[in-house]
């Protein structure tokens, strides 16, 4: 059960990091600029960067929703952070960025405070996980 | 203005957090297939809680947007973060989450690894 739980948050940070990425490029190339006017929002949610970065950030909140019925949100909310890491190294390896000793650094401790989290029991209410057998 | 929007930022995820994992826990597990997570997407269409957390979720969002509009990224990625202690805190008083040592040390060195990436 917990193997399930990592296994499907690792599935919600890559969708959100892919959805993100295709929602930035999508906006980035579309013509227009945002701010301008809600009119402009709409036809940008209708090009096909946008649409589907938008279609995965909807698919990851539903995933990240279902975990949190049979995990703690204080358990989520830092096992979660890893996101952070991959958008680093997304800046890393696609748009070049330099990764200073400090950001290699603030990885490093991610993974640490993670790997603490992560060894923690994933629920500890009497709702979620044990609700299973209660509920139906 | 930074501040406040700093402040909506975090007061609504915070918000959607809570209300999210309230109601989910009282659900039963909900399966994670195509037609799991369709039958959620009703779900939350029923369910008040649900919707009011979507709705503080849209807030958040387009406050977050509005800071990154003039305040640095390397200042607001780190900043929003904060909402992290915000929601372990709460989750303990409210969800009656038991957070241990070992669980709050690790949310505190995953943020100083946040606050440390992001500038």
């Not at chain 1, 009119?39 to 096909?48: D, F, G, I, K, V």
């Not at chain 1, 990851?60 to 995990?71: D, F, K, P, S, T």
């Not at chain 1, 405070?113 to 979620?128: D, E, I, K, M, R």
């Not at chain 2, 009656?96 to 709050?104: G, P, T």
Request: a positive charge; aromatic letters at 8%.
């Amino acid at each position: 059960m917990a193997y399930r739980t990592y296994s499907l948050l690792g599935v919600f940070v890559l969708l959100r990091a892919l959805g993100n990425l295709s929602l930035a490029w999508g906006t980035k190339h579309f013509p227009e600029t945002l701010a301008a006017n809600p009119l402009s929002y709409l036809r940008a949610m209708l090009s096909p960067a946008v649409a589907v970065g938008i279609a995965m950030l909807i698919l990851a909140m539903l995933l990240r929703m279902a975990v949190l019925g049979v995990a703690d949100l204080s358990f989520v909310l830092p096992l979660t952070a890893i996101g952070y890491v991959f958008a680093a190294l997304l800046g890393k390896f696609i748009l070049q960025e330099d990764v200073t000793p400090e950001r290699w650094t603030g990885t490093a401790l991610i993974f640490i405070g993670v790997a603490l989290v992560g060894s923690t029991p994933q629920n500890t209410t009497p709702y979620g996980g044990k609700a299973r057998g209660e509920s139906k | 203005m930074t501040w406040l929007l700093l402040s909506i930022v975090i007061a609504a995820t915070a918000a959607s957090d809570l209300l999210q994992s309230y109601e989910m826990k009282r659900l039963a597990p909900q399966p994670v297939d195509g037609r799991g997570l369709a039958s959620l997407l009703q779900t939350i269409a029923q369910r008040r809680y649900l919707i009011l957390s979507i709705a503080c979720l849209a807030v958040s969002f387009f406050s977050f947007m509005a800071l990154v509009q003039t305040a640095p990224l390397s200042f607001a990625v780190p900043a929003s973060a904060g909402s992290f202690i915000v929601e372990t805190i709460l989750a303990k008083m409210v969800l009656k989450e038991q957070v241990s040592v070992r669980r709050a040390a690790g949310a505190l060195v995953v943020l100083a690894g946040i606050v440390l990436l992001a500038r």
